[in-house]
């Protein structure tokens, strides 16, 4: 028998089901096998959709300003719970909708410093979440990029600036940079046309490698960007492994296929009356590297065995 606070009984929907509110940067398509990481974590923890749980969905297709109406939107529905998906501005857009409902969000680099938490021990307030590291894994991905590029000396990082990348994220990238010798290039793009304008600086200054720094809309819009850097043959690096499954060269960051399905255990113990002021927020634990073996022959790339050794997947 599943157990649900009093509060939770207070804020049902179709049945008396409650309902979580999912509050999505990117599109449901873009989304697709993360939800379903989620859903079977919920369904480990016993809630089936339509059966004892509803979820309501609001995705913001890549546009933070929408963000702020989705979650009202959801505050509105009296919704149980709020997962709020992708970076910081999801959870931000929460806290301004809603002091009470309880939020989870999935993704914050540096929580503390965004303000959505007090401390990672002790959030207080109505959140509570999932962090991923960002400000390390930057570096790290430029220093994987020069090992698999190693006569690259002119390094381009894309980002976007509405993403609330800390500057300690890029602080770590320019340290290493100059620390290996590299001319880091910092080009900033909020809009598909912006992605495109970048590139094409890319060619005029003969950039020799790329790093795609994360950020939810350059994941919902990965399949486009991985087309540019093939046809600009710029050999790039990217945060999800769904870059590389679309055709990107390389990818190291957090499974978020194991971070969603914990979001979910996480978002089930809120159901069950867990306080988010009391639940530490967890750091993604769980990180893969994984390379396209054909990207790589189409840029006339060579894989180094110190990287294929560490590799959890090469697709060709």
């Not at 890549?62 to 709020?82: C, K, Q, S, T």
């Not at 503390?112 to 390390?136: D, E, Q, W, Y």
């Not at 770590?172 to 940079?177: F, I, M, P, T, V």
Request: hydrophobic letters at 50%; charged letters at 15%.
């Amino acid at each position: 028998m599943l157990l649900l606070s009093p509060q939770l009984r207070a804020q049902s929907g179709a049945g008396g089901r409650p309902v979580i509110g999912f509050l999505g940067s990117t599109s449901a398509t873009s989304f697709a096998p993360f939800l379903d990481s989620f859903l079977q974590g919920l369904s480990e923890s016993g809630y089936i959709v339509g059966r004892n749980i509803d979820i309501e969905y609001r995705w913001a297709d890549g546009r933070f300003d929408r963000l702020p109406v989705l979650a009202r939107e959801l505050v509105a529905m009296n919704v149980a719970v709020i997962v709020a998906s992708g970076g910081t501005p999801p959870p931000a857009a929460a806290m301004a909708a809603t002091s009470t409902i309880p939020i989870i969000f999935t993704g914050a680099g540096d929580p503390v410093a965004a303000g959505l938490v007090a401390s990672l021990a002790r959030p207080g307030g109505n959140v509570t979440g999932f962090s991923i590291i960002s400000a390390a894994l930057m570096p790290k991905r430029l220093e994987l990029l020069t090992e698999l590029v190693p006569q690259a000396r002119n390094v381009a990082l894309l980002l976007n600036p509405k993403s609330g990348l800390t500057e300690r994220s890029l602080t770590g990238a320019q340290d290493l940079a100059q620390a290996k010798g590299i001319q880091l290039q910092v080009l900033k793009a909020s809009t598909m046309i912006e992605v495109a304008s970048a590139f094409e600086t890319i060619s005029r200054a003969h950039i020799e490698a790329l790093v795609v720094a994360d950020d939810p809309f350059f994941a919902s819009q990965r399949v486009q960007i991985v087309t540019l850097a093939a046809s600009h043959q710029v050999p790039a690096i990217y945060q999800f492994r769904d870059f590389v499954a679309a055709g990107g060269l390389i990818s190291y960051g957090v499974s978020l296929r194991a971070l969603y399905r914990q979001a979910a255990i996480q978002t089930v113990r809120v159901l069950q009356g867990a306080n988010p002021r009391n639940l530490p927020v967890q750091q993604a634990s769980v990180f893969e590297l994984a390379i396209n073996l054909n990207t790589a022959k189409a840029l006339g790339l060579t894989i180094p065995l110190s990287i294929l050794g560490r590799a959890d997947e090469m697709i060709d």
